[in-house]
C-alpha cells in the first residue's frame, strides 16, 4: 500500500540550532501536508505544498515540495523551545475533502 | 468558533466491554473523519463521513469497529468486545465542504486505555 516515509524518527538539537524532516514517497504526491503534534497534544496544520518545486515560508518554517512530487522537506532555522513536538507529513489528494495518508513522523526535541 | 469536540478525553474499558467516542465537528463542517494513534506512531486513517454517509471506511477494521454521522449529533466511534490492542489514542477530524485547501482541523483526541 501506500506509504509515506519520513527520517529522522528522533533529532535532538541544542537550542539555536537548525532543524530538518524529510519525507519521502515511492509514488508521486499529490499533494503534500505538515503537521505538528506537541507532546500529549493533537496534530495542527501548518502548510499545505501543491506544485512541483514549491517553496512556501512561515518566519522560520521553510518548506519545499521536490520537483517529482515524491519528496518533502521542513526546515526550521534557530530552534527554539516551543518547537518542540512530532512533525508529520501526510499525503492529501487532488479531489478535495479525503483521507490523509500520514507520514512515520520526526519527533523534535530541544536542549536548552 | 469552537473547534473539534472529542469525549470523552481519557476511557478506561475491560476486555470484552463496548467503548463509544464522540465527536463534533465545528461548526460548518460536514466532512469527519477518524484517525488512531499508537504508542510513538503516526496517525493511521480509519474512516471518513459525511452526514448519515459512509464515505471511505478502508481504514476501519472488518470486525468490531463501526462508525456513524447521524443527520443530528456528533459522529460515534463504537468499538466492540474491546481487546488490549484497541489501546490508543483517537482522533476525530473535520473539514468544510470542498475547496482549495483540503486542511483537517482535529481534536484533542480520545486515550482508551484497555485493561
Known amino acids: 500500500g501506500q506509504q509515506v516515509m519520513q527520517i529522522p524518527q528522533y533529532q535532538h538539537v541544542q537550542e539555536g540550532e537548525d532543524f530538518t524532516t524529510y519525507c519521502n514517497s515511492s509514488?508521486?504526491?499529490?499533494?503534500i501536508q505538515w503537521y505538528k503534534q506537541r507532546p500529549g497534544g493533537h496534530p495542527v496544520f501548518l502548510i499545505q505544498l501543491v506544485k512541483s518545486g514549491e517553496v512556501k515560508k512561515q518566519k522560520r518554517l521553510t518548506f519545499q515540495f521536490g520537483e517529482a512530487k515524491k519528496n518533502s522537506s521542513l526546515h526550521i532555522t534557530a530552534t527554539q523551545t516551543t518547537d518542540v513536538g512530532t512533525y508529520f507529513c501526510a499525503e492529501g489528494s487532488n479531489f478535495g475533502n479525503e483521507k490523509l495518508t500520514f507520514g512515520t513522523g520526526t519527533r523534535l526535541t530541544i536542549i536548552p | 468558533n469552537a473547534g473539534v469536540m472529542q469525549n470523552p478525553r481519557h476511557l478506561v474499558r475491560r476486555r470484552g466491554q463496548e467503548a463509544r467516542l464522540r465527536c463534533s465537528p465545528m461548526?460548518?463542517?460536514?466532512?469527519v473523519y477518524w484517525y488512531r494513534q499508537l504508542p510513538e506512531e503516526g496517525l493511521k486513517f480509519m474512516v471518513y463521513l459525511q452526514k448519515e454517509n459512509i464515505i471511505d471506511e478502508s481504514g476501519m477494521p472488518k470486525e468490531r469497529f463501526s462508525a456513524e454521522f447521524p443527520k443530528e449529533g456528533p459522529s460515534i466511534l463504537r468499538i466492540q468486545q474491546v481487546v488490549r490492542g484497541d489501546s490508543a489514542a483517537y482522533f476525530c477530524?473535520?473539514?468544510?465542504?470542498?475547496?482549495?485547501?483540503?486542511?483537517?482541523?482535529f481534536g484533542p483526541g480520545t486515550r482508551l486505555t484497555v485493561l
Open positions: 477530524a473535520s473539514s468544510p465542504p470542498l475547496r482549495g485547501i483540503n486542511e483537517q482541523f
Open positions: 461548526k460548518g463542517h460536514s466532512h
Open positions: 509514488t508521486t504526491l499529490s499533494n
